[in-house]
Structures are given as C-alpha cells and as structure tokens.
C-alpha cells in the first residue's frame, strides 16, 4: 500500500480537534467522515523520461475513509479545495495502514501563485458509497512545475455528493509542497551554512529570508491540520551567521534601493519593506512601482527567443497580479500562459527526440 513517507506514516488519527475548523461533518444523508490521515513528509522522487517527478509515497496526500450511514447509495462527485492562503518561499540565493482498503488515488494540482480566480480548485470523483459501507481514497497535491522554490498552502477540503445537499467537511489543512521545508540557509535563515551570494545583492538575500520567514510563520500559526515534519519549523531559531550575514538598513531605507535592484525578486521584496514600514501611502507607491517592474520583466521574458525565459515570464505576471490587478496584467497573463504550454510541449518533444 502507498502511504511511505520517508519510510514513515504519519499516524492514523480521527479528526477530533478542538478547533470546529478541523471537525469534519455530515451532510445529512448519511456520509461521515470517518478518518482522516494526512501524509506530508519529506521529499523523494524516481526519474522518469529524463525528468525527476515525486513519488506517489512522498506526494502530499490526504487519506480519506468516510462511511454512509443512510440507506441509500450515495455518489461523491467532486473533492472541493479551497486555497484559503499560500505563500511562495523563494530561493534567496542570488549569484548567478487502515482496516479499510484505499481504492482510487485522485491526483490534484495546485496552482503557484494562484490568482483570486483559481482559489477553489475542482476534482472530480466517482466513489459510490453503500448503505452501512465504508469507503477510503486518498487525495494527492502537486504543483505543475514549482521550480527550486518551496510552497505552503492552507486548503479546505470539502466532498460533494449527488444528494444535492451541503458539502460534506474534512478539514483545513496545511501542506508543504512539493515537500515539508528543508532546513538550509537558502530559503530559511537557518542551518550551519549561510548561502553564497555577491556582495552587491546581499540586501535581496536579506529581505527574501525575511520575507520567506514572515510568510511561513503566517500559515503555521493559523488553524489545521498538518504532518510532525511541517509544524516542526516552528518555533523557528535563528542561525549563528544571520546577524553577520544581514544588511541592517532599515525597511524604510531597504524599499528605493530594491526597487533598483537587478534582482528579478527585488520588486515584491521591495513591496514587503514596505510593509513593515506602516506607511500605506508608501505601500501603495511601492506596490504600484513593483508591479509596473515585473510586468515589464514579463515582457522581457515573453520577447526572449529562450523556452526557460519565455516560461519565467508566467511566475512575473502572477506576481505583479498578486500586487496589484489590471486589465493589462491579465492579458499579459493569458500570454504567458500559452508561452508555457508551447515550451513545456517543446521541451517533452525534444526529450521524445533524444530517447
């Protein structure tokens, strides 16, 4: 059975938090959620045609067994998730067993970066539940191409039925993909080694860790469930070599010359100085200005006669949207979106070739 995470599952646990987030229900015609395994440990992944893909072990999953207490069928159509809050953590580096059986697995992507519009993601499911049976599932999450970075999410899970009635709850969850954060001084600073950068772009790295650190400790103290491996990053200590590492400018004096930084992070890292100024008024300049930058970096990239910059151009526009929305954002967006997909075809074309 596939349920191994780094040779570990986590332990089979009813949902039976305080917190009423976390309680699953009934939706009234006999379907209960009767336990719930959240897997979510450490990455592992298998080499296939030419690429590394996670494991269908290590994969983040939700392990579902619900049990139909009427006595009619009943069909669950559809796995509901709700992206309630996600936060991308960037690489700061800059130099160049249950008694029921688990029938299907329904694997579910995510998306990066995602916009108000893709906040609620869809799964369809085809699990018909007897009178007085049981039934077990798993549902999987993956993000399409998450590149070096890491990323939390916080999810509802919610299953549909054919009865038409109230969604039946599962739980909010908290999920780190494609893998619980790994300790090292190029996402967190923490861990025995700082990262290598230049000198010059040592006030990006600075404000990318902060900013990166900031965003896990936003989803790890709101409510739901999540594996030992993920609430294990916090409390969160410091490294020995931050307070040497660091660029002490203040937020206030960080936000002009991250604006002018080459780094492409420096615009949203600019936006987050800003922030911790409490100057609105600079937020919205900063914010304005920022997404102006990544827009036009988009575009860069967009005229770029390379597949990898033409990819990178749909991570810019999702970045300036999250600042700031506007028509021509979204039609940038469209764009890149089609850029992608030509790429990634050109890229499995050639791999094909290469075989």
């Not at 206030?252 to 615009?267: G, T």
Request: some cysteine; aromatic content about 6%.
């Amino acid at each position: 059975m596939a349920g191994l995470i780094g040779g570990v599952w986590v332990a089979l646990t009813f949902l039976v938090d305080k917190s009423e987030d976390l309680i699953g229900t009934t939706d009234g015609n006999g379907i209960e959620v009767r336990q719930v395994v959240l897997a979510n440990g450490q990455f592992g992944s298998r080499l296939v045609d030419g690429s590394f893909v996670q494991t269908d072990g290590s994969t983040p999953q939700v392990d579902i067994t619900v049990r139909n207490t009427g006595k009619n069928p009943v069909l669950l159509t559809q796995a509901r998730i709700t992206i309630e809050d996600s936060t991308r953590l960037a690489v700061c580096e800059y130099s160049s067993g249950d008694v029921v059986a688990s029938g299907k697995d329904y694997a579910t992507e995510l998306q990066v970066l995602p916009t108000p519009r893709e906040r609620v993601v869809k799964r369809p499911l085809h699990q018909e539940v007897g009178p007085g049976a049981a039934d077990r599932f798993r549902v999987l999450f993956r993000l399409s191409d998450p590149g070096q970075e890491s990323y939390l999410y916080a999810v509802r899970v919610e299953l549909v039925t054919d009865q038409g009635q109230q969604p039946v709850e599962v739980g909010r969850f908290v999920l780190g993909l494609p893998a619980p954060i790994v300790e090292n001084g190029r996402i967190l600073p923490e861990g025995d080694f700082e990262p290598g950068i230049y000198a010059s772009e040592r006030l990006a790295s600075t404000w990318c860790l902060r900013r990166n650190l900031a965003g896990l400790k936003r989803l790890l103290e709101t409510p739901g469930k999540r594996s030992p491996e993920v609430s294990d990053s916090l409390p969160f200590q410091w490294a020995d070599w931050w307070q040497g590492f660091a660029d002490h400018r203040s937020a206030r004096a960080a936000v002009m010359p991250l604006l002018d930084s080459p780094v492409n992070e420096a615009p949203v890292l600019a936006v987050f100085a800003a922030e911790q100024t409490g100057d609105q008024q600079l937020v919205e300049r900063t914010r304005e200005r920022a997404a102006q930058l990544m827009l036009e970096q988009a575009k860069e990239a967009l005229d770029s006669p390379y597949l990898t910059m033409r990819s990178a151009a749909e991570m810019l526009v999702r970045q300036a949207i999250a600042l700031r929305q506007s028509p021509q954002a979204w039609k940038l967006l469209r764009q890149a979106e089609t850029q992608s997909g030509v790429a990634e075809a050109a890229s499995k074309a050639a791999e094909f070739i290469g075989d």
